[in-house]
């Protein structure tokens, strides 16, 4: 498991260094919507706690310098910069204070093309305060001259954006890359979300490198050929109310911190199949594959989303 890209709130959150950690980045500023907040660690993870919240580390001993109360301030605050762990999100880039004038490209993210047709891969950030249920990023392309190649607009894959929250989107147009001097970026919101459909939490279990040791899991056999990457792990329903078309979506930084890949994939039920609708604290498990491992040194954002 690669400890910057995937957070794991159970074993892990006992090793995560606690400290004073602001809310955000010195130069945001000062509106903070709440967080959506997971429950505790202590809730989540059975006699990892005692009923006073300290670490369990053996029969009838206890370590209270390591807290679950500290433990969830960790995971769920910090700066930008830092991974975070919250309801259908986990990873670095949501900002805990916004400006409140809308989503922002993240331009530090952009990966574009430098050849064949115009691509450009990236994170934009809702700045505001509401959540949206639609985010669409717009590229402008500029020639070396100044004048206007094309404008073309993306709607990111993520839904019902929560202040602060980062989405990732991919933008193409029929343009030749290599005639893009610059990009002038733009981004808008659609009209006001239901974070309802976010109220889940992923769980990662363990993840397989290109060509590694052979699976054999209700999800996916290995045959005879090259062996993708794998990602395994779970999705569970945060609160009473059921989500429909639980999916998951995993994005790729490059050691630059530029986005370079989207994967996707459903929550699957015990028939391997995907699962029209997750009841209430229901769980089910999710694989994702790829040709390629992830970049490294890089960084691995999680959206967990119903449709």
């Known amino acids: 498991m690669r400890a910057r890209s995937l957070l794991l709130a159970g074993a892990l959150a006992a090793t995560i260094p606690v400290g004073a950690w602001s809310l955000a980045d010195a130069d945001q500023p000062t509106a903070a919507p709440g967080l959506p907040e997971l429950p505790s660690v202590a809730e989540q993870v059975d006699g990892l706690y005692d009923a006073e919240g300290c670490l369990t580390t053996g029969a009838d001993e206890v370590d209270c310098s390591v ?5 969830d301030e960790a995971l769920s605050h910090g700066p930008a910069s830092e991974p975070r762990q919250l309801q259908g999100f986990v990873g670095s880039h949501w900002l805990g204070q916004v400006t409140g004038t809308g989503p922002e490209v993240v ?32 590229a402008r392309l500029i020639g070396a ?86 990602l395994f792990g779970s999705v569970t329903v945060v609160g009473e109310a059921p989500v429909d078309g639980p999916e998951v979506l995993v994005g790729w930084l490059d050691a630059d911190g530029r986005l370079v890949r989207v994967l996707t994939a459903p929550v699957a039920g015990p028939d391997g199949a995907a699962l029209a609708q997750l009841p209430g604290g229901g ?21 967990v989303q119903g449709s």
Do not use: C, K
């Open 67 to 71: 807290r679950a109360d500290e433990v």
């Open 107 to 138: 331009t530090a993210t952009v990966a574009t093309s430098s050849s064949g047709s115009f691509r450009a891969d990236g994170l934009v950030r809702n700045h505001g305060t509401v959540v949206l249920g639609t985010v669409e990023v717009t």
């Open 145 to 230: 001259d100044g004048a206007e190649l094309a404008a073309a607009t993306a709607t990111s894959p993520v839904h019902d954006v929560r202040p602060g929250e980062p989405v990732p989107f991919t933008v193409t147009a029929d343009v030749d890359a290599a005639a893009v001097d610059h990009v002038e970026w733009s981004a808008a919101g659609g009209a006001e979300g239901d974070e309802s459909a976010r109220a889940l939490a992923w769980t990662p279990y363990w993840e397989r490198p290109v060509d590694g040791e052979p699976v054999d899991l209700y999800l996916h056999t290995d045959g005879p050929g090259p062996r993708p990457y794998l």
């Open 283 to 303: 769980s089910g498990d999710v694989l994702v594959d790829a040709e390629v491992d992830p970049p490294a040194g890089g960084e691995a954002l999680v959206w």
